[in-house]
């Protein structure tokens, strides 16, 4: 399907005008995308109310689908005095649920709240249904001249925050979990986590490295893997084995009294076969290192927790992320975006103020740079 193409008009809101530099567009086409993204805008909490006048509450947004399926996937809300958990469906029209074929497709099942542009006379079949109103959409501002010339530091601040939280899920006995996000590309990361937490790690250790996959293959046969959108050599069935060579290289890394911090991703590599660079690399990023840090806490060895910081933030990626890359690649040179600290910065980055509310506040902008102090 061809994309229409899309005209704006660029003009500043008026009780702003002294932010000159937040910009707004008004999208000269509705399209299903803004309606997603305005979604993840609205507060928790918020109260809305459907069209058949009931209202709700907002608990938890649910995690955005790439895949087949509802745009959303696992939002919880609370609806008519109960709590209600399922998917979000958004279309510019309410009748689009026929056109589309959801009517007809078993994925659908799940859909909870139906997010429209505008109702229909043909009503969808979801039992709750909301129109959210257009608005003005936000775009980045970002450019050469506003931002600030300390904004490295800042994104290395950033990126510190993610360390820090990879650090406290290994301390609360969560380490294993953060291999999910790796090893799940494209919308199964929750499907790893389920995989992860089914496994007995002493039962899989005491079984010889073929029956270890087996193992794997059997605690995976209920879990419906997305395959959309991803290369076959992706897939996550073929990421068992994977799974099975990081689990048994970790065993060997608990009888090791000193780790070098210099050669453990060559190292990692050749235990690893199964596995590409590139996301042995996101396993440092999201496991090992994060891990490791914590088990020289442990020995009391504040040394060794700092050199494994150092070494996360170095950690270069083969290829930098797409997004990131076009987003800004006019502030930081290709080897910087492939740099773990700068990344990991630029995702807090869009974590923390990437939406309507925050945008004005963003630490890399000048007039906002106290980030620093």
């Known amino acids: 399907m061809g994309r229409a193409k899309v005209t704006y008009s660029q003009y500043l809101i008026p009780e702003h005008q002294s932010a000159a530099y937040l910009a707004v567009r008004e999208p000269g086409q509705d399209r299903e995308v803004d309606l997603v993204r305005q979604w993840f805008t609205l507060p928790k909490g918020k109260q809305l109310v459907t069209q058949r006048g009931n209202s709700f509450i907002i608990v938890n947004h649910g995690q955005r689908n790439i895949n087949k399926g509802p745009d959303i996937k696992g939002a919880v809300l609370f609806i008519g005095g ?24 078993i994925h659908y099942r799940h ?56 650090v406290e899920a ?12 790796p090893l799940g590309s494209a919308g199964n990361e929750i499907h790893f986590q389920r995989l992860i937490a089914a496994l007995n790690i002493p039962e899989l250790n005491a079984l010889p490295f073929s029956k270890k996959i087996d193992y794997i293959k059997n605690k995976a046969e209920n879990i419906d893997w997305e395959h959309c959108g991803i290369r076959p050599a992706q897939w996550p069935e073929k990421r068992y084995e994977l799974l099975a060579e990081l689990i048994s290289f970790d065993v060997e890394l608990q009888l090791e009294m000193d780790i070098n911090q210099l050669t453990f991703l060559n190292r ?9 660079r590139g996301v042995l690399i996101e396993c440092c990023v999201n496991y090992f290192y994060p891990l490791l840090a ?30 990131l890359e076009r987003k800004y690649k006019q502030f930081l040179t290709k080897r910087e975006l492939c740099t773990v600290g700068y990344l990991q910065g630029l995702l807090q980055l869009e974590k923390e103020y990437c939406t309507p509310y925050f945008c004005s506040c963003c630490p890399l902008k000048k007039m906002n740079n106290d980030f620093n102090n």
């Not at 290994?170 to 294993?176: F, N, P």
Request: charge should be positive; hydrophobic fraction near 35%.
């Open 170 to 181: 290994c301390r609360k006995g969560r380490a294993l979990e953060q291999l999910a996000k």
């Open 82 to 105: 109960q709590w209600s958990q399922g998917d979000v469906e958004c279309h510019i029209h309410e009748r689009d649920w026929y056109s589309h074929g959801h009517d007809r497709d």
């Open 111 to 166: 859909v909870v709240l139906h997010v429209v542009r505008k109702v229909s006379t043909k009503k969808s079949p979801i039992g709750h249904t909301v129109v959210l109103p257009k608005r003005l959409q936000l775009y980045c501002s970002l450019s050469n001249e506003n931002i600030t010339p300390g904004f490295v530091a800042i994104l290395q601040k950033l990126g510190t925050m993610r360390w820090v939280e990879k």
């Open 294 to 323: 914590v088990r020289a806490l442990r020995k009391n060895d504040h040394a060794q927790y700092k050199k494994w910081y150092k070494a996360w933030l170095e950690l270069k990626l083969p290829q930098p992320y797409g997004r």
């Open 268 to 276: 990692l590599t050749a235990v690893c076969p199964s596995g590409g």
